[in-house]
């Protein structure tokens, strides 16, 4: 009777061992309803050396429709206003605790100035400059870094930087910022 106590536990083990990581929840440019890119992009090779962690500064969002609203939103300010040929940003966090997708990670983005080349760039919805972003959120960019490793968007000793780090801002906020300086990869070098 012990051996079959033993090989019940050593098959749960293995099956949980051969678990796959549970996906990030992803929303598409489809499921946002974003406009196609109005002209060429540069491209960059991945895997890319460096995230660098921003805010949006704006409106935050806690549901599917508020967080597609805002993506619309700061993709026509940064595509009308700014002139850029799409939205800056290769991911978007939303304090659903969802990701959504920018423009592609083999795609410079438009958030850094000469900084952008070499660099992830993900965004967290909302301003963050006195309060941290939802626990879902935060969780949901954790685990994006880790799958952009996997995926060879990140190198795998990739340098984690806040936004102000490469740009003239405040952004990703003080109070995201200062979170940002206990996760992995933390750096103070770009």
């Keep these: 009777m012990t051996w079959i106590a033993l090989l019940i536990v050593y098959l749960a083990a293995v099956a949980v061992e051969g678990e796959a990581p549970i996906p990030i929840p992803m929303v598409t440019r489809a499921e946002w309803n974003a ?16 995230a660098v962690i921003a805010h949006t500064a704006g409106g935050g969002c806690t549901d599917d429709v508020g967080c597609s609203q805002q993506m619309r939103n700061l993709q026509n300010l940064q595509m009308s206003r700014q002139k850029f040929s799409d939205i800056g940003y290769h991911y978007l966090i939303g304090g659903n605790g969802k990701v959504y997708e920018g423009r592609s990670p083999n795609q410079r983005g438009a958030f850094a100035g000469p900084n952008n ?29 880790e799958q952009a490793v996997q995926q060879a968007q990140l190198v795998e000793n990739y340098k984690l930087v806040g936004h102000r780090q490469v740009s003239a801002t405040r952004s990703p906020g003080e109070a995201l910022y200062t979170l940002l300086q206990q996760w992995p990869n933390w750096s103070e070098q770009i």
């Design 117 to 145: 080349e070499g660099s992830l760039g993900i965004a967290f919805i909302g301003n963050f400059e006195e309060q941290a972003p939802s626990q879902e959120a935060l969780e949901a960019a954790k685990k994006l870094l």
């Design 35 to 50: 406009r196609p890119a109005s002209g060429p992009m540069d491209s960059m090779d991945t895997p890319l050396p460096r």
